[in-house]
């Protein structure tokens, strides 16, 4: 088992309730409909992983960590394991919340349409939390990051409303194949970006 | 074993373990086939550096006061008899030095000097 | 096992270079890292440790073991309390000794029911050097340990030092500006000034081989032995190398022997002679 990975769940526990709960508040008070929730999990979900690699790059533990002869690639592998475990845990919140919201406003609730939220959601926060990793590891202040994923999912929800969003992937099931496929390459090069980056930086 | 260094003493740390423990052999304190201290636990308990007991050590092996036996630590040679003596024999001179310095400086004459040995080494 | 071996190092930070060609940290002794804030020690220690990646050079670090680390800052998370602490740390360590971290804490004086974020500064860092010492390492690289701590703490650090160095085996780098700590407890010492080493040896040795001449304001003695001068509101200071022959050949000058904080002050802060 990955060496770090305790370390990453013992010193977020904190998060894992204030997300899920924000979570559950949100798609509450936004009540936009029952797939919401799992669009905000997925931005949410990323601003752990922006946070805990700043945090640890503050407290010194990231120096602590390598000076103590621990891997750099194991490091970022428990980062992206954390991101693993944040995103389930806040797509499952956000059913949860979906399911609150049906129960509150009576809406109508499509398997169809909340397997599809929940593909394009899990598969934009896996791209979103990846980026946040590299965007943390790379460069400082990744707040600022946190901030425009928030606005960002602000803007994107207000201009096109989340019924149009699934309209538009619901229609074609390549479009959403595709999409998602698209989120995770740029994953999967987020991570080998991150790798090289703590590969060459010192800590 | 008892070592007690000091800052203020001109000679240096690793000449005051030597000399203290060679006496403290000579004088049969510490006896033949006694195990000393390893040169890591005297220099902890002393509070100083392990090169400094090291030294020490060495100094002491040269000049076969002590063996080491790999693995095991250092161990207190027999020293001879004459060692032993010739040891007694520094002390003494060291001691009647003194006496005649001072009873040159006060003017008590060689022959009192003698009277007094005399008395002293048949006990009082 | 052997030393642990700088070779060829070279790091820069903007103006400033760490340029080492051979560093050596021998097995089994203390080696104390002293000189300016700023003269290149914690670049080294980060770069000892791998954390720091220079341009040029190696580290061989003697050993397959990994190092234990003390930086000044406390890295562990501040809502842990010991019992969460010993569960990463044994996750994170080969070998890790669970009982002598918690004898440790509770020796330091510790409170196992405290939560990281209330320790105190002394705490912190005794809190990091049982870390250090609980699982198998190759050598402990220490930035700067005890600052912070009272002379009480300070004393007990150093005999943890003392412990750890009673098997051969063990190998110490230490930085610190108490230089007391440092006179007591490194066998070796390695100045760093502006990047470079520039004095690299037996503890004892280095001591005894500088002097200093404490003189008038206004006086202007030459010769040679005399390599640094520093001018004070209230005299002059010379740093004399070669201490027994420059008393031998200038009875009437009284040249004593320098301790560590004269020699640190008169090397950074004196002029060229």
């Known amino acids: 088992m990955n060496r770090l990975l305790k370390k990453e769940i013992a010193s977020n526990t904190i998060m894992f309730v204030a997300l899920p709960l924000s979570i559950l508040i949100y798609s509450v008070i936004m009540q936009s409909g029952p797939y919401l929730p799992f669009m905000f999990a997925a931005f949410m979900g990323a601003a752990l992983p922006a946070s805990s690699v700043d945090m640890d790059d503050k407290s010194g533990w990231s ?10 690639k194991t490091m970022v592998d428990a980062k992206f394991m954390l991101t693993l475990v944040t995103m389930s845990v806040c797509q499952a919140v956000a059913f949860l919340g979906a399911m609150l919201i049906v129960l509150i406003t009576g809406c109508e609730f499509s398997i169809d349409d909340a397997l599809l939220t929940i593909v394009l959601s899990v598969c934009l926060g896996l791209m979103l939390s990846s980026a946040a990793l590299y965007i943390g590891y790379r460069f400082k202040g990744v707040a600022i990051f946190v901030v425009i994923l928030i606005l960002g999912f602000i803007v994107t929800v207000m201009l096109f409303g989340m019924q149009r969003i699934l309209g538009i992937f619901s229609d074609s099931i390549a479009a959403t194949a595709a999409v998602c496929v698209a989120f ?20 | 074993m008892d070592i007690v260094v000091s800052n203020s003493d001109p000679r240096p740390i690793y000449e005051q373990i030597y ?58 040679s027999s020293v001879e008899p004459s060692v032993i003596r010739e040891g007694h024999l520094v002390s003494i001179q060291e001691s009647i030095r003194k006496a005649a310095d001072e009873a040159r400086e006060n003017g008590i004459s060689r022959e009192e000097l003698h009277e007094i040995v005399d008395l002293m080494y048949d006990g009082d | 096992m052997g030393d642990f071996i700088v070779k060829g190092l070279r790091k820069t930070y903007g103006d400033f270079s760490l340029e080492i060609p051979e560093l050596v940290f021998r097995r089994g002794f203390v080696t104390g890292v002293v000189g300016d804030n700023g003269a290149g020690k914690t670049t080294l220690m980060r770069c000892m440790t791998g954390a720091a ?52 804490l509770k020796s330091f004086g510790i409170d196992e029911g405290k939560k990281v974020k209330e320790y105190s500064r002394g705490m912190r860092m005794k809190a990091q050097v049982a870390v250090a010492l609980s699982h198998p390492t ?22 943890c030092i003392r412990d750890y160095m009673l098997d051969e085996s063990s190998c110490v780098a230490i930085s610190s500006h108490i230089t007391s700590d440092i006179e007591k407890i490194a066998d070796y010492l390695v100045f760093l000034k502006d990047g470079k080493v520039i004095i690299d040896g037996e503890t004892s040795e280095i001591l005894s081989r500088y002097g200093v001449l404490h003189a008038p304001r206004d006086s202007d003695i030459c010769g040679s032995g005399i390599v640094r001068r520093r001018t004070g509101p209230h005299g002059c200071d010379y740093l004399v190398e070669g201490l027994e022959e420059f008393s031998a050949a200038h009875p009437e000058l009284k040249a004593d022997p320098v301790t560590l904080e004269e020699l640190m002050i008169l090397i950074s802060k004196g002029e060229e002679a």
Not at chain 1, 63 to 72: K, M, W
Not at chain 3, 141 to 154: F, S, Y
């Open chain 1, 184 to 203: 995770l390459a740029v994953t999967a090069l987020l991570y080998i970006l991150t790798l090289r980056t703590v590969r060459t930086r010192d800590f």
């Open chain 2, 19 to 76: 000399s203290q423990i060679r006496s403290q052999i000579i004088n049969g304190v510490l006896k033949e086939g006694e195990l000393l201290p390893s040169m890591r636990v005297l220099a902890k308990d002393l509070r100083i550096s392990v090169i400094t007991t090291k030294r020490a050590y060495n100094d002491l092996e040269a000049e076969g006061l002590i063996t080491t036996v790999g693995g095991k630590g250092c161990y207190v």
């Open chain 1, 63 to 72: 120096r602590f960590a390598v000076s103590s002869g621990i891997p750099r």
């Open chain 3, 138 to 159: 190759g050598i402990l690289v220490l930035d700067e340990p005890t600052a912070g701590m009272d002379p009480a703490a300070r004393e007990e650090f150093l005999d």
């Open chain 3, 53 to 104: 990646l220079p341009e040029e050079g190696s580290v061989d670090p003697g050993s397959p073991l990994p190092a234990g680390a003390v930086f000044d800052e406390c890295p562990f998370p501040q809502e842990m309390r010991a019992r969460q602490l010993s569960s990463i740390f044994s996750s994170m360590f080969d070998g890790w000794d669970d009982q002598r971290f918690r004898g440790m």
